[in-house]
């Protein structure tokens, strides 16, 4: 029997990028799931009546109903709606019947929309072109506590104790206040998203022909993601004050002291070396097909700091090919992986440093990246982290 793995939706705020009108003509096809959840889905016509938060939670907590197709193409509209992603859309239907259809007022999510709901090959096909290199990156911190604390999904009280200090540190350096926290509970995984500010920004606009400036605060939102396994957080936030802050108040609010996740995690390369191909072994690894090494960092050192860089399509086969062993001597300190996810046509690159750092295709690689990653060594035992 195959297994539901729908993709996660993890960027509530692509929802208001899109047209209203578009937005209820992609919903409408599942009006009935809508139903199932709790929420009415109001007619085309109605001026409101579109409750964004519902729909936000609806897509944040997936369950074996939920149609395959909406997350699916609610990530690509997020993911392709960009400057590039706009350009690249509209070079792909130049002379068509929807480059003829589709408004001059489009948005960049709106004309995502349209072209998905017309045909999704084109926005998949543009999306692999533009985005194969693009990443998340994660920061990982943990407990050094043996045995880890039990998990508990924080109170209300406690969530909103955790917001108002958040909010304190926003307003201090100009983001503002009022950010939520979002939180996910999933086996072993506890997702938290941090909805914020964003300094203020002016916009040059054009309005009934005539230049305008839009002053406003952009919506941001990061991700905590808290494995309560091993009792160790990863982080994905814009800056480095961002990430100190979740590292900090997390700790504090969730288990009582801001130094709870005071060590630094460790990704060990040296597997690569130690066990050669056998590191990339994932048959025991659900949701993964297969694994190459594509890239190796290796610092030697030295008063001119040397490093070399060796990339490759698959490296153990081009090391096979030219009767190579691994490279000897010096520190493994990065290393790229292209891997075929079972849910996806398209392999998708991981970053993986010797340091504390990730970075992923997805916010949702990182479960099953990690299995992987544990499965096969790459990470250093929970009592061996530098304390940061």
């Known amino acids: 029997m195959a297994t539901l793995n729908v993709r996660r939706f993890s960027k509530p705020e692509v929802l208001r990028r899109i047209g209203r009108r578009h937005l209820l003509a ?29 729909l936000s939670h609806i897509l944040l907590t997936p369950d074996s ?51 998905w709901l017309k045909g999704r090959d084109i926005i998949e096909k543009v999306h692999a072109e533009q985005f194969i290199l693009s990443r998340k990156t994660f920061e990982y911190f943990k407990t050094t506590m043996n045995p880890v604390p039990r998990f508990m999904v924080p109170t209300s009280a406690t969530i909103a104790a955790l917001e108002a ?17 979002h939180v996910f509970p999933r086996a072993d995984y506890v997702w938290f998203l941090v909805r914020h500010g964003k300094p203020y920004s002016r916009e040059s606009v054009i309005e009934k022909g005539e230049s305008a400036s839009h002053y406003f605060r952009p919506e941001k ?17 814009e800056t480095k004050g961002e990430k100190e802050l979740y590292r900090t108040k997390f700790g504090l609010h969730v288990f009582g002291d801001s130094d709870f996740f005071k060590a630094r995690s460790r990704f060990d390369l040296e597997p690569l070396r130690r066990t050669g191909e056998d590191s990339l072994l994932c048959e025991d690894i659900e949701g ?67 340091g504390n750092r990730a970075q992923f295709k997805r916010d949702d690689d990182g479960e099953v990246i990690e299995k992987w990653l544990g499965q096969r060594g790459f990470i250093v035992g929970n009592g061996d982290g530098e304390n940061g």
């Open 221 to 237: 939102f990061d991700v905590v993601v808290y494995n309560s396994a091993i009792g160790e957080i990863r982080i994905n936030a």
């Open 165 to 181: 200090d958040l909010d304190e540190w926003f307003a201090r350096k100009r983001r503002g206040r009022f950010s939520k926290v």
């Open 26 to 54: 992609f919903l409408a096809p599942h009006e009935a799931y809508f139903k199932t959840r709790g929420v009415e889905l109001p007619p085309a016509h109605a001026e409101d009546g579109l409750n964004y938060g519902e």
């Open 65 to 115: 109903s939920t149609p395959p197709d909406l997350a699916e193409a609610l990530f690509y509209v997020n993911e392709i709606s960009t400057p590039e992603g706009f350009d690249a859309i509209q070079e792909a239907i130049v002379g068509s019947d929807l480059d003829v259809e589709i408004g001059e007022d489009a948005a960049y999510a709106d004309l995502a929309i349209q072209v």
């Open 288 to 354: 993964i097909e297969s694994v190459k090494l594509k890239e190796v960092q290796i610092f030697y050192g030295g008063t001119q700091k040397d490093y070399d860089i060796r990339r490759s399509e698959d490296f153990f086969a081009s090391l096979r090919e030219r009767e190579r062993t691994f490279p000897a001597g010096g520190k493994l300190t990065k290393a790229k992986f292209l891997i075929k996810f079972t849910d996806s046509k398209t392999p998708r690159t991981i970053a993986l440093s010797s």
